[in-house]
């Protein structure tokens, strides 16, 4: 999607903040002896109550309204009775729709007690994210956001899933510009242009590289004793600093 009135603009920040409050408050309530599916009702109770539509439901028919991945789980957790245990790596993963637009948005979370590897990772990836977003500038080519996460991977001693990508978002789910690396393809040649909608969603893991579908044909898995941690926002680009709606 590209932005072509303020009113595209101020749907897409309304998705987006209602986004980002459902998962503030599914955060809230991650605590252990909670199950997967009982933190995804919190989610979907939310979601309905702001009057948005789940958007893996809407669109992919998901068995749950958002995405929950706990330790080897990478994305796309469906939500069940895996009950979350002290010390897990817990990612949620909320994108939703309203009016026509859809923003989504990641968050990984580590519940207590805490361990310094574990919050190493979950804090690595938060700077890939900003790194990323730093080079994220109409004009730009898009393999920049690829090369700063996979930059900043490194240099904290992991990897990045490279399977698992950004994308363009806004009046779908998953839009142009499709498959937005996790790390540096030179010969990619797209470049970034300003009122572009899209997300940024680098994903860290301490030694895979690639994911395999688990049994359930949903839940993405990159093996045991791997883990790995996502964060992600739905932005608009600008000339400056992207316009994060998430």
């Known amino acids: 999607m590209t932005i072509t ?65 706990v330790n080897e789980e990478a994305a796309h957790g469906i939500p069940g009775d895996r009950i979350i245990q002290p010390g897990d790596i817990v990612n949620i993963d909320v994108s939703a729709e309203k009016d026509g637009y859809f923003a989504d948005s990641g968050f990984t979370f580590l519940v207590a007690p805490v361990d310094p590897a574990k919050q190493w990772l979950i804090d690595s990836t938060q700077r890939a994210l900003k790194a990323a977003m730093s080079v994220a500038r109409a004009g730009k080519k898009l393999n920049q956001i690829g090369k700063a996460i996979e930059t900043t991977a490194k240099k904290a001693g992991f990897t990045t899933l490279r399977d698992l990508t950004s994308h363009g978002v806004g009046r779908a789910l998953h839009e ?64 400056g600093k992207p316009m994060i709606v998430t």
Request: hydrophobic share 35%; charged share 20%; with cysteine.
């Open 176 to 239: 142009e510009p499709e498959h937005i690396p996790n790390f540096y393809e030179p010969g990619d040649k797209r470049v970034l242009h300003e009122g572009m909608v899209i997300t940024i969603e680098p994903f860290l893991s301490t030694r895979s590289q690639y994911t395999e579908t688990a049994d359930d044909g949903w839940t993405l898995l990159t093996g045991a004793g791997n883990l790995s941690a996502q964060f992600e926002h739905t932005m608009i680009i600008t000339k």
């Open 5 to 69: 009135s303020d009113d595209d603009i101020k749907g897409l920040k309304h998705i987006g903040h209602i986004v980002a409050r459902t998962l503030k408050t599914m955060g809230q309530h991650l605590k252990p002896g909670i199950t997967t599916l009982e933190l995804d009702k919190i989610g979907g109770e939310f979601l309905t109550q702001q009057g948005a539509k789940s958007a893996p439901k809407l669109v992919y028919n998901f068995p749950g309204f958002t995405c929950i991945s």
